[in-house]
């Protein structure tokens, strides 16, 4: 089968690699349809993700149609939509045995620190496979479950409710998939960027408010959005130096700030910002069984995949793909990956 190899920073190739086949019980053998391009394969792309290693088989967000299933897989026959879970954990460690597998101590996730979907064929245990309604959600957005299901755990970690105002700090694909989970929690959401585009595209997949931070009073804005109160939870998917303490300063006294940034230079925070309103501050990472929720509003409708999708590329052309990422972010929200064309 083809199968798209980082072999090492600034080098990407398709490859012919052996077809993998049915080996445990719980195996799932899964013909890909569409991945999706994330900027963690960009930084590994550019070598600037310090967590993967090479050569690479990229790629997280990826789900298709079942091939062949293992003796034991129940719920799953060949021809099913799926989408899957990069995330696999040791299940003994402290996180999994509190149910973080997430944070697993072993964590691997496909794509990064094992070889991913972006393959014409990936094999994947029963657990981390879901199943989507074909006749609603189309095979080639089957891998956006991925992004939204970050999107997912953000609010879980939120614990997102009807009557919540929330202010999500950036609107790229991530930002965009916190909103709708939001929304479809019962919160208010009001958006940030520095991008027209991509604040027309928030408002028009139901952020309640946009604000173009380089022309706009952001604070003034959320006092103007909550009445004063501040915004009862802060998601920061800007995740730069300057916007981790911004979200502290927003938040409401007693609200709850999540980060998901993954930098390692350090910001300056004053305790006091955190202490004097009793901030509950907490980091979200990839996403703990957050599948079937995606899966449900994938489904109802409340979450939308195909509107994140601005462009689709054969995975013969992966390296204008990936270009397109790189060096047009004001064009691009969700870019994919198509291996049912050549």
């Known amino acids: 089968m083809k199968a798209i190899i980082v072999p090492k920073p600034f080098e990407i190739l398709i490859e012919e690699v052996p077809t993998p086949t049915i ?7 899964i013909k890909v349809v569409g991945a999706g391009i994330c900027g963690s394969d960009i930084h590994i792309f550019t070598g600037t ?28 026959k060949a021809g099913d939509v799926v989408a899957v879970d990069p995330v696999r954990s040791c299940g003994v460690c402290y996180p999994c045995s509190i ?6 101590e072993k964590l691997e996730v496909t794509g990064v620190h094992r070889d991913g979907g972006f393959a014409e064929y990936v094999l994947a245990p ?5 199943k989507l309604d074909s006749s609603i959600v189309p095979k080639e957005f089957a891998c956006m479950a991925e992004p ?11 614990r997102t409710g009807e009557g919540d105002l929330m202010l999500v700090m950036g609107s790229g694909p991530i930002g965009l998939c916190i909103m709708q989970v939001a929304k479809s929690r019962g919160a208010k959401v009001i958006m940030t960027d520095i991008l027209d585009a991509r604040l027309k595209r928030a408002s028009a997949m139901g952020a309640d408010r946009t604000v173009n931070v380089k022309n706009e009073n952001l604070e003034q804005a959320v006092k103007e959005f909550t009445k004063g109160l501040g915004a009862t939870i802060v998601a920061d998917s800007v995740c730069s130096v300057e916007s981790f303490p911004l979200a502290l300063q927003l938040a409401c006294a007693a609200g709850r700030v999540i980060s998901l940034g993954l930098d390692n ?23 703990n069984y957050r599948f079937p ?10 979450l939308t995949p195909k509107a994140i999708v601005t462009h689709q590329f054969p995975f013969a052309k992966v390296k204008d793909a990936i270009e397109l990422v790189r060096t047009k972010p ?5 870019v994919l990956v198509r291996f049912d064309q050549n």
């Open 23 to 29: 080996r445990n019980d719980d195996d799932v053998l």
């Open 49 to 76: 993700n310090t967590l993967a290693t090479y050569p690479r088989l990229i790629g997280h967000e990826y789900g298709g149609v079942v091939a062949e299933i293992g003796k034991g897989v129940k719920g799953l």
């Open 99 to 104: 149910g973080r597998h997430n944070v697993c």
């Open 126 to 130: 029963a657990a981390n496979v879901y």
């Open 148 to 158: 939204f299901s970050i999107g997912a755990q953000v609010n879980a970690r939120a």
């Open 265 to 287: 230079k350090p910001t300056p925070i004053a305790q006091v910002n955190i202490t004097k309103k009793e901030l509950d501050v907490m980091g979200s990472r990839l996403s």
């Open 293 to 302: 929720e995606v899966v449900k509003g994938f489904e109802n409708g409340s």
């Open 330 to 334: 004001e064009e691009v929200c969700k």
